[in-house]
Nanobody, 120 residues
């Protein structure tokens, strides 16, 4: 069983910064891609950023230049540094890990979500 535990959400003023963390644990063979998604009230879940085990990244246009994703492969942990936050960044942020289990079955796990609120 694989668990993803997120931390780092909270309330921040516009223009402020937050750093999210997500650690994967359990029986894992490999994690190819780790990513962050978000879901605002009344909206669909959307990709924020993702990173491969080799370090390749891609970002949603709305966060380019403000957010930075990174990962520690040895710790199966992914981070999201969020700067210059805007009210429209308010959402529940979810961590995702995609890879393989020891059985070689696909791993596609989600965290429980962490709330980020940007408001004055």
């Amino acid at each position: 069983q694989v668990q993803l535990v997120e931390s780092g959400g909270g309330l921040v003023q516009p223009g402020g910064s937050l750093r999210l963390s997500c650690a994967a644990s359990g029986s894992i063979f490999s994690i190819n891609v780790m990513g962050w998604y978000r879901q605002a009230p009344g909206k669909q879940r959307e990709l924020v950023a993702r990173i491969t085990s080799g370090g390749s990244t891609n970002y949603a246009d709305s966060v380019k230049g403000r957010f930075t994703i990174s990962r520690d492969n040895a710790k199966n942990t992914v981070y999201l540094q969020m700067n210059s936050l805007k009210p429209e960044d308010t959402a529940v942020y979810y961590c995702n890990a995609y890879g393989r289990l020891p059985s070689r079955d696909a791993l596609d796990a989600w965290g429980q979500g962490t709330l980020v609120t940007v408001s004055s």
